[in-house]
């Protein structure tokens, strides 16, 4: 079997689980193939803490939870340094990040100091305590959730926070049809909790990402495709309903997720409607809506979608 062909396996092994949410079980496997890390936004009740334990489930990843909340200490993210009285030596006891998918659950609910915590993991893959480095697990991935609705006792993510993450994806209502397809599964006796009695098994691996990601690498990219993603980026920096642009580094994401978009299609090559498919959920929370624009209902959704149709399409 293929590495593409495990990996798409994933999908089908989530629905297991979830029932929907197809839009986000691709963009999680997309991030994973591209050392990605995502941000799920939704309200409470849509299946995202299930989405991404039965993710790890199916490619036999370690997972670890970390509920956010506003006590929450960098160490206890981190890992610390402690005294073993026995021996009078100095140990360090490995925090939660040492795993393979760290679900970051209502991250907005921490203070930034411990928001912080996880940049350096999440750019470097290693945290430093008490001035030594210490490496991260390979695959490593960050999937943080946040709820939209509520803003008290919230701390906004920064920019420097929000840059880290590959997708911003949003996670909706079911359909009607969906929705009913839970009902008769809670009905009929499924435990959310025990994905073992769900059949959810291990369908791909570690071993299995390495090839897909060396494969994603090789992706070709004409150089016209480029220079779209260039003028998307440059077009947002111009637009005057935003006061914050794509940086390069959001162009050079959208790159990458159009690769891995492309990829998981089994296409050869990356063309403009991969790009734009990505775009989206690569660049809505790169980008910073002037304040007038935001009373009058604009989304960032909706000035991309705007950009990504005055920007010339190569052919």
């Known amino acids: 079997m293929s590495a593409r062909e495990a990996v798409l396996r994933v999908r089908e092994e989530i629905a297991k689980a979830v029932v929907g949410q197809d839009g986000a079980v691709s963009g999680l496997v997309a991030a994973l193939l591209v050392r990605g890390h995502v941000l799920l936004e939704g309200v409470p009740g849509v299946a995202k803490t299930l989405l991404v334990k039965t993710m790890a489930a199916t490619l036999a990843l370690d ?19 402690i005294f073993e009285q026995r021996d009078g030596s100095f140990r360090f006891r490995q925090g939660p990040a040492f795993t393979n998918l760290l679900l970051a659950d209502e991250i907005n609910r ?72 839970v009902l008769a599964r809670h009905h009929a006796g499924m435990d959310p909790h025990d994905l073992g009695t769900l059949g959810v098994r291990a369908v791909a691996g570690a071993e299995d990402l390495a090839e897909g990601r060396k494969e994603v690498g090789g992706v070709p990219v004409d150089p016209r495709v480029q220079a779209y993603i260039v003028a998307i980026a440059r077009a947002t ?30 296409r050869q090559f990356v063309s403009p409607d991969e790009v734009k498919a990505m775009a989206k959920p690569t660049l809505r929370h790169r980008v910073q809506l002037r304040p007038e624009v935001e009373l009058e209902g604009v989304t960032a959704d909706g000035v991309l979608d705007g950009i990504l149709a005055s920007v010339p399409v190569p052919r």
């Open 237 to 266: 920096r111009e637009s005057p309903s935003l006061s914050l642009g794509v940086s390069p580094r959001g162009a050079t994401m959208l790159l990458h997720a159009a690769k891995a978009w492309s990829w998981l299609a089994g």
């Open 63 to 81: 997972f670890k939870r970390v509920q956010f909340t506003p006590d929450l200490m960098p160490s206890d993210i981190t890992g610390q340094v």
């Open 110 to 181: 921490t203070p930034p100091k411990t928001q912080a915590a996880l940049l350096e993991a999440m750019e470097e893959r290693q945290v430093s305590v008490e001035g030594q480095a210490h490496r991260l697990p390979d695959p490593f991935l960050v999937v943080a959730t946040q709820n939209p609705v509520e803003y008290e006792g919230t701390y906004p993510l920064p920019e420097a926070q929000l840059d880290r993450f590959l997708f911003k994806l949003v996670v909706g209502y079911p359909t009607s049809e969906q929705e009913q397809t």
